[in-house]
């Protein structure tokens, strides 16, 4: 359904992920369907945070 290879970040593949509307803010929302990933949602977003370092910044 998806015309680009979206990857799950839960399973880490694109078999299952199908388009889930818009977020609040208008962000391409995605669902995964495996079983693995339990139909949970997730949002395609370069700036999304992953694997950051935890970094806190003070002031
Ligand atoms: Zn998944």
């Known amino acids: 359904?998806?015309?680009i290879a979206v990857?799950?970040?839960y399973c880490q593949s694109d078999e299952a992920v199908v388009?889930?509307?818009k977020?609040?803010?208008g962000?391409?929302?995605f669902r995964c369907q495996?079983?693995?990933?339990?139909?949970?949602?997730?949002?395609?977003n370069p700036s999304y945070p992953r694997?950051?370092?935890a970094i806190k910044q003070q002031g």
């Open 27 to 29: 962000e391409q929302r």
């Open 51 to 53: 694997r950051l370092p």
């Open 1 to 3: 359904m998806a015309l």
């Open 34 to 44: 495996s079983e693995a990933s339990q139909g949970r949602t997730f949002i395609l």
């Open 23 to 25: 977020s609040a803010e």
């Open 7 to 9: 990857i799950c970040p």
């Open 19 to 21: 388009e889930n509307g």
